[in-house]
T-cell receptor, first 111, second 109 residues
Framework: NAGVTQTPKFRILKIGQSMTLQCTQD?????MYWYRQDPGMGLKLIYY???????DKGEVPNGYNVSRSTTEDFPLRLELAAPSQTSVYFC??????????FGPGTRLTVT | RKEVEQDPGPFNVPEGATVAFNCTYS??????FFWYRQDCRKEPKLLMS???SGNEDGRFTAQLNRASQYISLLIRDSKLSDSATYLC??????????FGSGTKLNVKP
């Protein structure tokens, strides 16, 4: 099993550009999550999903959108990138009886 | 008030030392408890789950006090490789996870 995979690993965006961060898990987990982590800070929940077709906002959803059309995939869309979105983005998955499993992260710089 | 609070440290200890981290959580209905380890610029990884009766995994011992809403992690015989940030994590009954900001540990030779 690959676990949770994320692409790309790194990306530099110009202000106002858009991009999609990809996340895929192969553990058949119902729950998936997107977090951001700024340097020296803790994880902040952006969006989460409890199953295909169901998503909900977390603590810091502004400037982001998600979709969950399949159990495996949970892409995060950034529209009109801003310097404040420079961060490391982690995707994670879990099920009711498990801990969270994290992907390796995407390092995003917006300049 | 934060859901999970931890002392950010850093804790600077010599090799071989015993070090303890604490964390408190605010939601008394929390279901599950974990300690994660995060190395610099890497994803968090599960160190151990925390059970009400306390549990041990090699040099690591975790304790949970539900009445006080308090979780602890004890590391014995610290190794250089234990240097990392330790995250206290609480799961609620809706499968949402709440992370503390982490406690940084530096183990020195």
């Amino acid at each position: 099993n690959a676990g949770v995979t994320q692409t790309p690993k790194f990306r530099i965006l110009k202000i106002g550009q858009s991009m999609t961060l990809q996340c895929t898990q192969d553990m058949n987990h119902n729950y998936m999550y997107w977090y951001r982590q700024d340097p020296g800070m803790g994880l902040k929940l952006i969006y989460y999903s409890v199953g295909a077709g169901i998503t909900d906002k977390g603590e810091v959803p502004n400037g982001y959108n998600v979709s969950r059309s399949t159990t495996e995939d949970f892409p995060l869309r950034l529209e009109l990138a801003a310097p404040s979105q420079t961060s490391v983005y982690f995707c994670a998955s879990s099920d009711t009886q498990t801990e969270q499993y994290f992907g390796p992260g995407t390092r995003l710089t917006v300049t | 008030r934060k859901e999970v609070e931890q002392d950010p440290g850093p804790f600077n200890v010599p090799e071989g030392a015993t070090v303890a981290f604490n964390c408190t959580y605010s939601n008394s209905a929390s279901q599950s408890f974990f300690w994660y380890r995060q190395d610099c610029r890497k994803e968090p990884k599960l160190l151990m789950s925390v059970y009400s009766s306390g549990n041990e995994d090699g040099r690591f011992t975790a304790q949970l006090n539900r009445a006080s809403q308090y979780i602890s992690l004890l590391i014995r015989d610290s190794k250089l490789s234990d240097s990392a940030t330790y995250l206290c994590v609480v799961k609620d009954n809706f499968n949402k996870f709440y992370f503390g900001s982490g406690t940084k540990l530096n183990v020195k030779p």
